[in-house]
């Protein structure tokens, strides 16, 4: 397909090395006269205002895919074609796939103490694994710094913000809040529902540096000793069947496994919980 732009060079030629009329020659090369006497605008200069509303565009959701950004530009009043827009895009090379990530945020090095009270610190952590027929499961590790107890293993395809919130609520209304959680800086933990969630239970997050797992090391060793004894162990066919497992191994975990860090002592033995929330109102002690 010859463009505007060549057939408008052609003329040029005819007309001026050959004395072709313009009319003639227009006629020849298949463009009108008005074509040919009008001046080409560059592209940048012709597109500039579409060009600057998918910058802004994508500048905010640098995840969306053309149709979103098009979508967008509509409902803001933007009434060109879809085929101009997905030109310019294209231009601008914004089909290209773009691999960006967000920078972890610095963060400040959080000595690690255990607590010297219930629930003076938590602690949690996500763990991954796979069933025997290859479909890959999450956890999420509860425990309390304090006396190492834990507190739940939450076993899941899928383990988002919403449903870390509803866990820790759920323990919360049985154990109480905690002062301070300390945790990494996974997309669940640094998610914006996440921090407002704990920020209005007034919860202090003390976060990790970005690849200090030392500094959450209570959870790290109970994570291993969880991998040893439960996930290594067996081979699981169904997400009920490791967190029955797993329940099961949580009981004789606090109340009847020795801790060497804790002198040989289960966790509830060597500081147990007087009550928890949700046996204070049945009257039955732990």
């Not at 004395?19 to 008005?34: E, F, I, Y």
């Not at 107890?149 to 209304?173: F, K």
């Amino acid at each position: 397909m010859v463009t505007p732009s060549a057939k408008r060079q052609v003329v040029q030629v005819m007309t001026d090395e050959h004395h072709v009329p313009v009319k003639q020659a227009c006629a020849l090369v298949g463009l009108s006269r008005a074509a040919y006497y009008r001046k080409p605008v560059h592209g940048p200069m012709r597109d500039g205002e579409v060009i600057q509303a998918l910058n802004d565009v994508v500048g905010r959701n640098g995840r969306w895919g053309f149709w979103k950004c098009y979508q967008r530009l509509r409902l803001d009043g933007r009434a060109w074609n879809h085929k101009r827009v997905w030109r310019v895009y294209c231009e601008m090379g914004l089909n290209l796939p773009r691999r960006t990530k967000k920078r972890v945020p610095q963060r400040e090095r959080v000595p690690l103490q255990a607590g010297q009270y219930i629930n003076q610190s938590w602690a949690l952590d996500f763990m991954h694994d796979a069933l025997y027929d290859g479909r890959r499961f999450r956890t999420l590790n509860v425990i309390d710094d304090a006396n190492r107890e834990a507190l739940a293993i939450e076993v899941g395809t899928s383990i988002p913000a919403r449903r870390l919130i509803r866990t820790l609520s759920r323990l919360m209304e049985w154990y109480g809040t905690p002062d301070s959680i300390r945790l990494d800086n996974g997309p669940e933990m640094t998610s914006q529902a996440f921090t407002e969630w704990a920020a209005v239970k007034g919860i202090a997050l003390r976060f990790i540096e970005p690849g200090e797992l030392n500094q959450n090391a209570y959870i790290e060793r109970f994570n291993r000793t969880y991998r040893t004894e439960v996930l290594d162990a067996y081979l699981f066919r169904s997400i009920e069947q490791v967190q029955h497992i797993t329940e099961e191994w949580l009981l004789e975990y606090n109340e009847r496994r020795p801790h060497d860090a804790l002198g040989g002592l289960p966790p509830r033995q060597f500081l147990p919980r007087i009550t928890t929330a949700a046996d204070s109102s049945s009257g039955m002690s732990t």
